[in-house]
């Protein structure tokens, strides 16, 4: 009887041992990361790409589609001048407000493994409210030709360097050529050459990115404007300066998170009258705050929603965004 007490007692151990064990091996099944999920290191670069374009390098021969989704919001009080042989006359202030949904359509391809071109096809739809009246403008925006390089081999341990340059064509619809009641400005009216450095570097599961970039426009000459009882004839766009810092944080093998800070400074720009007379516009800063939620549908696609608070008065409201990477 005593060696039967002791046979079922170690059989009873035995068992809770294997059910123990069972439960252990069910619990790392259902953590470890499944075939096909890839890895944080994966979906933080994806959300890099999603953040700033200029992140990513794609490999030689290889192509890549993306689609942009934006709306943004702007609201202010304008104020409407004239400038007289007497000097600066204030007629009214009124308030003016602008939604703006841009579709932006982006090719990329790899010309080197650390060289990748890009083209970016911007469609945007404006509505403007004012007190004269009601605009709204449906068309093509500024087309941009860009290139990154990678001058050095990126690597897991250290920061990421990639050099960058952007060239916009004025493409959309100016907003010297527009006459009052016409319609609303979709582009700048003016070529400009960008060119900058972007720093990046994942510590799973965080990414840390940063940039700086100089613009410099080429003036919109040939102009016949009226602005107030003045013919407004050439402007040159002051040279811009822009930086901006983020991190990304992934919070399983499928959800990622961001946080960035955009900011740029321009110059005033010189407008010239048909009078002779030539003014400069005050210096312009914007600044905008993002917070953005990447979702992995699959291994190859993750979508990416954003939204943007202004942080001055030069800058948008706030902006709504959504990106989409497109497979053919």
């Known amino acids: 009887m005593k060696y039967a007490t002791l046979l079922l007692a170690a059989l009873l151990v035995h068992s809770a041992a294997g059910a123990q064990e069972s439960t252990a091996a069910a619990a790392r099944d ?12 994966a979906l933080l670069k994806e959300t890099l790409t999603a953040v700033d374009k200029q992140y990513s390098l794609i490999r030689k021969g290889k192509k890549q589609f993306t689609y942009d989704l934006n709306y943004s919001y702007i609201g202010q009080e304008k104020i409407v001048t004239d400038i007289t042989v007497e000097g600066l006359t204030l007629f009214e202030i009124e308030n003016v407000s602008a939604h ?10 790899g010309v080197q493994d650390n060289l990748t071109a890009n083209i970016t096809l911007p469609v945007i739809a404006k509505f403007a409210e004012a007190r004269g009246g009601n605009h709204t403008s449906f068309s093509l925006g500024d087309l941009a030709l860009g290139a990154r390089y990678q001058p050095w081999e990126a690597r897991r341990d250290t920061a990421n360097v990639t050099l960058t340059s952007n060239l916009r064509l004025p493409t959309g619809r100016s907003p010297f050529k527009i006459i009052a009641g016409s319609g609303e400005a979709t582009g700048s009216g ?12 994942i510590v799973d599961p965080v990414a840390l990115f940063g940039s700086m970039s100089l613009t410099a426009s ?8 009226a602005n107030g009882s003045r013919v407004l004839t050439r402007v040159a766009p002051g040279t811009q300066f822009g930086f901006g810092l983020g991190f990304a944080y992934a919070l399983s ?15 005033g720009a010189k407008l010239r009258f048909a009078d002779g007379l ?32 202004g942080l001055t008065s030069d800058s948008p409201n706030f902006s709504v965004g959504l990106n989409l990477p497109l497979a053919f």
Not at 100 to 109: H, P
Not at 190 to 201: H, P
């Open 30 to 41: 259902a953590l470890a990361r499944k075939e096909g999920e890839g890895d944080q290191s």
């Open 218 to 225: 080429a003036p919109a000459t040939g102009l016949h404007q």
């Open 253 to 267: 093998y499928g959800i990622s998170t961001t946080m960035s800070f955009q900011g740029a400074i321009a110059q």
């Open 278 to 309: 030539n003014v400069r516009t005050n210096t312009q800063t914007s600044a905008l705050l993002n917070f953005g939620l990447g979702y992995r549908m699959s291994p190859k696609q993750t979508v990416n929603l954003s939204v943007g608070i």
């Open 190 to 201: 003016v070529a400009a050459l960008s060119a900058g450095v972007n720093v990046n570097r």
């Open 100 to 109: 703006i949904v841009t579709n932006t359509l982006s090719a990329d391809y």
